[in-house]
């Protein structure tokens, strides 16, 4: 996994030097080409079927598998199959996605779980919009305890619809 906070702030890729993140936008030109002329998207590799799910794998892969591969598969899932496009990145490689969120005037709630893989994004967005900004008192960062990033999915035992129906009242009716 990469460090989809770094991304959010750097871009993809942003460790490379000029040349290197210059040579990774041809090779996904190149890529996008060949899917062009193939009239077929190449594949990254999506996630591993159980049986080959390795016993010390993190346990987000294991969420995931559990999600995409069990109780949330769907034929044309990017999950449950092939996984994105090998040139599906490539857009987020200038995209420096938190750089203008302390500018959102308008209400934002965010819901992530509390021991998902990827709370900490959520976590640094928030602060991002609130730590000395105008306009953040109608910003929240909901944490469901206990629940992992799959389980926002379809869990429906876990989510607090109420709290956000109460956050949707207050700032979008």
Same mark, same amino acid.
């Given at each position: %996994? /990469? &460090?989809m906070? +770094? =991304?959010a702030n750097y871009g993809y890729n942003d460790s490379n030097d000029e040349d290197a993140r210059y040579q990774a +936008? =041809? &090779? /996904? @030109?190149? !890529? +996008? !080409?060949e899917d062009l002329k193939n009239k077929k998207y190449a594949l990254a590799g999506g996630n591993p079927n159980p049986e080959d799910l390795p016993e010390d794998a993190p346990q987000f892969l294991k969420d995931y598998v559990s999600f995409y591969k069990g109780r949330g598969y769907h034929k044309i899932s990017l999950g449950s199959n092939g996984g994105f496009t090998i040139s599906s990145m490539g857009s987020l490689m200038n995209t420096t996605m938190l750089t203008y969120s302390k500018e959102i005037r308008s209400a934002v709630l965010m819901i992530h779980g509390e021991n998902a893989h990827s709370c900490y994004f959520s976590k640094d967005a928030y602060k991002n919009m609130t730590e000395g900004r105008k306009y953040s008192d @109608? *910003?929240?960062? %909901? $944490?469901i305890p206990n629940a992992v990033h799959c389980d926002l999915y379809d869990k429906m035992d876990v989510i607090s619809f109420d *709290? $956000?129906?109460?956050?949707f009242n207050k700032y979008l009716v």
């Amino acid at each position: %996994m /990469y &460090d989809m906070s +770094r =991304v959010a702030n750097y871009g993809y890729n942003d460790s490379n030097d000029e040349d290197a993140r210059y040579q990774a +936008r =041809v &090779d /996904y @030109n190149k !890529t +996008r !080409t060949e899917d062009l002329k193939n009239k077929k998207y190449a594949l990254a590799g999506g996630n591993p079927n159980p049986e080959d799910l390795p016993e010390d794998a993190p346990q987000f892969l294991k969420d995931y598998v559990s999600f995409y591969k069990g109780r949330g598969y769907h034929k044309i899932s990017l999950g449950s199959n092939g996984g994105f496009t090998i040139s599906s990145m490539g857009s987020l490689m200038n995209t420096t996605m938190l750089t203008y969120s302390k500018e959102i005037r308008s209400a934002v709630l965010m819901i992530h779980g509390e021991n998902a893989h990827s709370c900490y994004f959520s976590k640094d967005a928030y602060k991002n919009m609130t730590e000395g900004r105008k306009y953040s008192d @109608n *910003k929240e960062l %909901m $944490i469901i305890p206990n629940a992992v990033h799959c389980d926002l999915y379809d869990k429906m035992d876990v989510i607090s619809f109420d *709290k $956000i129906e109460k956050f949707f009242n207050k700032y979008l009716v």
